[in-house]
């Protein structure tokens, strides 16, 4: 059963524009995440949060930020899109901050810059 | 460099045959090694989580064991069903908590013909 849901499913843009990605769970869970998968399929972790803090910022460009506006809901901004940013965007929950509780994860927003 | 390393790249087995996956990864430390499904545009769905040294665990048809030692992992199914197709994702986890990484294969396809 779906518990993390993402918005838009896809997303095609021009390069330079700003996009921004919504997630929501309703697991009642303290950390979420977003990850970026890439062409090969490795998922790579590009923001924390848990309880609206960020715990872990991976080193990713500046144009890329996280809001949060409770512990349910993680956004993910791109001010300037550009064409190394296609992927597929993922979004996580996880009950806290032991990384051994399971990850829920949504169904990603594929992201097509032109 | 990739620290976590999966084979097949990808795998195609007849409906009702056994298969198994495997991971090496060079990890460390390593706290905890985790298998995840992802259906094609879905988001990854946890299988099991493995933790001890020498581990294994069962869940259903799918049963995977560790070796922290030889650093490596597998994962078998048994009876596979079409409803397996997916990429199987080896992920391993270099601390207890979430301020630790999480390590991702790019996974193995597997694909199941009637």
């Known amino acids: 059963e779906t518990a993390v849901f993402q918005t838009p499913n896809y997303h095609v843009t021009q390069v330079g524009n700003e996009v921004s990605f919504n ?3 309703t697991l009642g869970h303290d950390t979420m995440y977003w990850y970026k998968q890439d062409s090969k399929k490795l998922l790579k972790i590009m923001f924390s949060y848990n309880n609206k803090q960020l715990i872990v910022n991976e080193t990713v460009p500046r144009r890329f930020s996280p809001q949060s506006s409770d512990k349910a809901h993680l956004n ?5 899109v550009e064409p190394e940013d296609s ?3 993922l979004c996580a929950s996880s009950l806290g901050l032991d990384s051994q509780n399971t990850l829920y994860f949504g169904a990603g927003t594929r992201l097509s810059v032109l | 460099k990739t620290q976590v390393e999966q084979s097949p790249q990808s795998l195609v087995v007849r409906q009702g045959e056994n298969c198994v996956l495997q991971c ?3 990890v460390t430390p ?3 090694l985790r298998w995840f499904k992802q259906d094609t545009g879905k988001g990854l769905v946890s299988l099991t989580v493995l933790v001890d040294q020498k581990d294994k665990t069962s869940n259903g048809r799918y049963s995977a064991t560790l070796d922290k030692d030889a650093k490596h992992s597998t994962l078998h199914i048994t009876a596979t069903l079409l409803d397996d197709t997916a990429t199987y994702i080896c992920v391993v986890g270099d601390r207890g908590s979430a301020l630790g990484r999480l390590h991702f294969g790019a996974g193995t ?3 199941v013909i009637p």
């Open chain 1, 23 to 25: 997630c929501k769970q």
């Open chain 1, 76 to 80: 993910l901004r791109i001010k300037s």
């Open chain 1, 87 to 89: 992927a597929v965007y």
């Open chain 2, 24 to 26: 090496n990864y060079s």
């Open chain 2, 30 to 32: 390593d706290n905890h």
């Open chain 2, 109 to 111: 396809q597997l694909i």
